[in-house]
């Protein structure tokens, strides 16, 4: 069973920067491909970016549209963990930010929800215009 942890969400001001953490543990590995979702309040879940499992010294990453040369995700293997940098904020990005984890080992990002097995209790994210 993997544990996923959030940390890093706060308040900020419009133009500001906010890095989120993830931490996993459980299992032997937590090299799995792995999310970050978001939720506004009266809307769904909705993707932000996703990162395939480290394979050597690559891994290959998606992002939607709305965060695109905004946000960053990445890893570092060594501590279990997955961030997401969130830079140039607006006020539209203020929403519950979810880590998630899929289960699945591979040079593959995935964007579909239904295959992330394991999530965090999230983070709120409230950016102020």
């Known amino acids: 069973q993997v544990q996923l942890v959030e940390s890093g969400g706060g308040l900020v001001q419009a133009g500001g920067s906010l890095r989120l953490s993830c931490a996993a543990s459980?299992?032997?590995?937590?090299?799995?491909?792995m999310g970050w979702f978001r939720q506004a309040p009266g809307k769904e879940r909705e993707l932000v970016a996703t990162i395939s499992a480290r394979s050597g010294l690559t891994y290959y990453a998606y992002y939607a549209d709305s965060v695109k040369g905004r946000f960053t995700i990445s890893r570092d293997s060594a501590k279990n963990t997955v961030y997401l940098q969130m830079n140039r904020l607006k006020p539209e990005d203020t929403a519950v930010y979810y880590c998630a984890a899929t289960g699945y080992r591979g040079s593959v990002y995935y964007t579909q929800m239904n295959v992330f097995n394991y999530w965090g209790q999230g983070t709120q994210v409230t950016v102020s215009s």
């Open positions: 459980g299992g032997t590995n937590s090299n799995f491909a």
